[in-house]
C-alpha cells in the first residue's frame, strides 16, 4: 500500500500570513496513463470533505485562487498565500493513482 | 448540481448487518466509478470500497475484505455498500464519493450493544 505522510501535523497561522503543508508519499504517484493522481482536501469542523486541488495542480471551480497546489512523483505540497479565518479545518493529502487509495493522516489549520 | 446523498445508517450490535445506500443525481452516474470512505469519530479518512461504472470492478481496504460488498443499479442512479459481521471498529461517518470531485454529506453508522 501507498502510505502518505503529512508534515506538520499542526499548523498554528496567522491570519493574513502564508501557510504550506507538505505531503509525501511511500513509491511515486505517476500512473501507468501518465497523470499523477495527487488530490488535497480540505474539512471544516462537522462538514463533510471538500475537495480543493486535483491532479498536484488543478484547482476546482469554486476554490479561491489562494491555494495552489505543486509537486512531482512522491513530493507535494499545498500552499495557502494568505490565510484566512475560514480556511480553519484539517487538510488531507489523497492518492486515487493505486489501489488500495490512501490519505495523509491530515492537517490541522488553526488560528494563532 | 451534483447531489449525492446517503442513508441507512444507524446503531446495529457487533456481528449485525447494515446496508447503506447513495442517491446520485446531477451526473451520468454510469460514467463514474464511485467510492466509499468512512471517518471514525475523531479521526481520519479511510477509504473503504470502490467500484467501476459498470459495476465489473471492485476493489476494497484489507480492513472490510470479506465483510463489506459494493453494488450499484445504474438505472437507479444508486451506489450501496452491504456491511456484515459489523464490529465496533466499523464505528463511522461512511461517505460516498465521486473520486475527487463530489462527496455526499455522510451517515453515521454504530456498532454497539
Known amino acids: 500500500d501507498i502510505v502518505m505522510t503529512q508534515t506538520p501535523l499542526s499548523s498554528p497561522v496567522t491570519l493574513g500570513q502564508p501557510a504550506s503543508i507538505s505531503c509525501r508519499s511511500s513509491q511515486s504517484l505517476v500512473h501507468s496513463d501518465g497523470n499523477t493522481y495527487l488530490s488535497w482536501l480540505q474539512q471544516r469542523p462537522g462538514q463533510p470533505p471538500r475537495p480543493l486541488i486535483y491532479k498536484i495542480s488543478n484547482r476546482f471551480s469554486g476554490v479561491p485562487d489562494r491555494f495552489s497546489g505543486s509537486g512531482a512523483g512522491t513530493d507535494f505540497t499545498l500552499k495557502i498565500s494568505r490565510v484566512e479565518a475560514e480556511d480553519v479545518g484539517v487538510y488531507y493529502c489523497m492518492q486515487v493513482t493505486q489501489f488500495p487509495y490512501t490519505f495523509g493522516q491530515g492537517t490541522k489549520l488553526e488560528i494563532k | 448540481e451534483v447531489q449525492l446523498l446517503e442513508s441507512g445508517g444507524g446503531l446495529v450490535q457487533p456481528g449485525g448487518s447494515l446496508r447503506l445506500s447513495c442517491a446520485a443525481s446531477?451526473?451520468?452516474?454510469?460514467?463514474?466509478?464511485m467510492n466509499w470512505v468512512r471517518q471514525a469519530p475523531g479521526k481520519g479518512l479511510e477509504w473503504v470500497s470502490g467500484?467501476?461504472?459498470?459495476?465489473?470492478?471492485?476493489n476494497y481496504a484489507d480492513s472490510v475484505k470479506g465483510r463489506f460488498t459494493i453494488s450499484r443499479d445504474n438505472s437507479k442512479n444508486t451506489l450501496y455498500l452491504q456491511m456484515n459481521s459489523l464490529r465496533a471498529e466499523d464505528t463511522a461517518v461512511y461517505y460516498c464519493?465521486?473520486?475527487?470531485?463530489?462527496w455526499g454529506q455522510g451517515t453515521l453508522v454504530t456498532v454497539s450493544s
Open positions: 467500484i467501476s461504472g459498470t459495476g465489473g470492478n471492485t
Open positions: 446531477g451526473i451520468t452516474f454510469s460514467s463514474y466509478g
Open positions: 464519493a465521486k473520486f475527487s470531485q463530489y
